[in-house]
């Protein structure tokens, strides 16, 4: 039996364990914490609490065949190589394909232009930094252990619950304006569907952008869920004199375009939602009635 084991389930590694689930694979989730572990066994996968304080049993990587990691890192590397790098490693013969999550941040700010695969890595924010060192921990078990890593780097992820219809709705949805300001953005059905086309063709040490066809100004993203609830269009804010969290500020630090042809080309993969407007359109039907 194909058994995944995932490492923090997160949005985009719970996508993809209910897709898998549902064509007959064992899943194993961690948790922090107890109550984690409830939820997950809850929903039908196995769980094991890891909060970093107990040492990872590695017996419970015996007959896993897949791993997702999508622990983001911290000051002080990945915490999952941390944990269970060596019992990765005395697993690396029987484990078949092992996905590191990471972001399109190692690509830093391009001031709108277009990045690939290929483009130099240069972040520009703390948390681009870690996440290209924790790519690059991961990347070292493939060339030096025969882990099978491979690589993703997930643009903006919107889904069901996590979307600009839901801050419509409450309110809370703001159209601030930076010119030229230009993200990438997937949906998460799309994150599991691009990770299960991998899963089909593995290749090993590679790197996949995942995002859609169409990178857009957020204030447009906004506008069209406004216009797909029929309800007014919010104002445009200013960036310079918009009072945002220092986490919101952050993501406005970098502009760019992400090229996702390497999924298509190398994965056969096609877009559910090639852009945000059809993204948006299809989540209509998981909203409270307006």
């Known amino acids: 039996?194909?058994?995944?084991?995932?490492?923090?389930?997160?949005?985009?590694?719970?996508?993809?364990?209910?897709?898998?689930?549902?064509?007959?694979?064992?899943?194993?989730?961690?948790?922090?914490?107890a109550a984690?572990?409830?939820?997950?066994?809850?929903?039908?996968?196995?769980?094991?609490?890891?909060?970093?304080?107990?040492?990872?049993d590695p017996a419970w990587l015996d007959g896993v065949s897949h791993v997702v990691a999508s622990a983001p890192p911290d000051a002080d590397g990945d915490p999952v190589l941390r944990v269970a790098g060596a019992?990765?490693?005395a697993h690396a013969a029987s484990l078949r394909w092992v996905a590191y999550l990471s972001t399109t941040g190692v690509y830093g700010d391009?001031?709108?232009?277009?990045?690939?695969?290929?483009?130099?890595?240069?972040?520009?924010?703390?948390?681009?930094?870690r996440r290209l060192a924790a790519e690059?921990?991961?990347?070292?078990?493939?060339r030096a252990r025969g882990l099978p890593v491979h690589l993703f780097r997930l643009a903006g992820i919107?889904?069901?619950?996590?979307?600009?219809?839901?801050?419509?709705?409450e309110g809370t949805a703001r159209r601030v304006v930076k010119p030229g300001q230009v993200f990438s953005r997937i949906h998460v059905d799309d994150v599991a569907g691009v990770?299960?086309?991998?899963?089909?063709?593995?290749?090993?040490?590679?790197?996949?952008?995942v995002c859609d066809d169409e990178p857009a100004p957020p204030?447009?993203?906004?506008?069209?869920?406004?216009?797909?609830?029929?309800?007014?269009?919010?104002?445009?804010?200013?960036?310079?004199?918009?009072?945002?969290?220092?986490?919101?500020k952050s993501f406005y630090a970098e502009s760019k375009r992400v090229a996702n042809a390497r999924i298509k080309d190398e994965l056969g993969y096609r877009l559910t939602y090639p852009n945000y407007r059809q993204g948006l359109a299809a989540l209509l039907a998981d909203l409270p009635r307006r």
């Not at 391009?110 to 930094?129: I, K, M």
């Not at 993203?221 to 918009?242: H, S, Y």
Request: net charge neutral; charged share 20%.
């Open 87 to 89: 019992a990765l490693i």
């Open 158 to 169: 919107y889904g069901p619950g996590r979307n600009q219809l839901a801050a419509v709705i």
């Open 195 to 209: 990770l299960e086309a991998s899963i089909a063709r593995p290749h090993p040490g590679r790197a996949y952008n």
């Open 1 to 33: 039996m194909n058994h995944l084991l995932c490492f923090g389930m997160g949005f985009s590694a719970t996508a993809l364990a209910r897709r898998l689930k549902a064509k007959g694979w064992r899943i194993t989730g961690t948790s922090r914490t």
């Open 219 to 248: 204030q447009d993203v906004v506008a069209w869920a406004a216009r797909l609830l029929d309800r007014p269009v919010p104002p445009e804010i200013a960036f310079d004199g918009a009072e945002l969290s220092p986490m919101a």
């Open 36 to 56: 984690g572990v409830a939820g997950l066994t809850g929903q039908g996968f196995d769980a094991v609490r890891l909060d970093g304080e107990a040492p990872f």
């Open 136 to 142: 690059r921990d991961w990347l070292a078990l493939w």
């Open 110 to 129: 391009r001031g709108g232009d277009w990045v690939d695969e290929e483009s130099p890595l240069r972040p520009t924010t703390a948390r681009g930094e």
